[in-house]
């Protein structure tokens, strides 16, 4: 099993910056591509910034440029360095991770996610 727990939002001004962080614990070993996914109110959860195991990125159109995501695999944390923040970025950021594990024998395939994070920039 694996957990997510995320840390590091907050409120900030426009054109501020914050570092999201996300902690997995349990069967690290186990997690290959982790995400950050953001959902505003009334808006429905969108793709922020994804990263493999290998450390290739993908980024959505509206970060690109000012959000930068990073991990260590070997603490199965992932980053989101996020600057130039604009309101519009205002949203609950979630953690997300896909593993792939041994259970009984058997290949399991999960996805996890955190518990959210509210990031608030404010004009």
């Known amino acids: 099993q694996v957990q997510l727990a995320e840390s590091g939002g907050g409120l900030v001004q426009a054109g501020g910056s914050l570092r999201l962080s996300c902690a997995a614990s349990?069967?690290?070993?186990?997690?290959?591509?982790m995400d950050w996914h953001r959902q505003a109110p009334g808006k429905e959860r969108e793709l922020v910034a994804a990263?493999?195991?290998?450390?290739?990125?993908n980024y959505a159109d509206s970060v690109k440029g000012r959000f930068s995501i990073s991990r260590d695999n070997a603490k199965g944390t992932v980053y989101l360095q996020m600057n130039s923040l604009k309101p519009e970025d205002t949203a609950v950021y979630y953690c997300h991770a896909d593993s792939l594990g041994l259970r009984n024998d058997t290949w399991v395939a999960e996805a996890h996610w955190g518990q959210g994070t509210q990031v608030t920039v404010s004009s």
């Open positions: 990263i493999t195991t290998g450390g290739s990125t």
């Open positions: 349990g069967n690290i070993a186990s997690i290959n591509g």
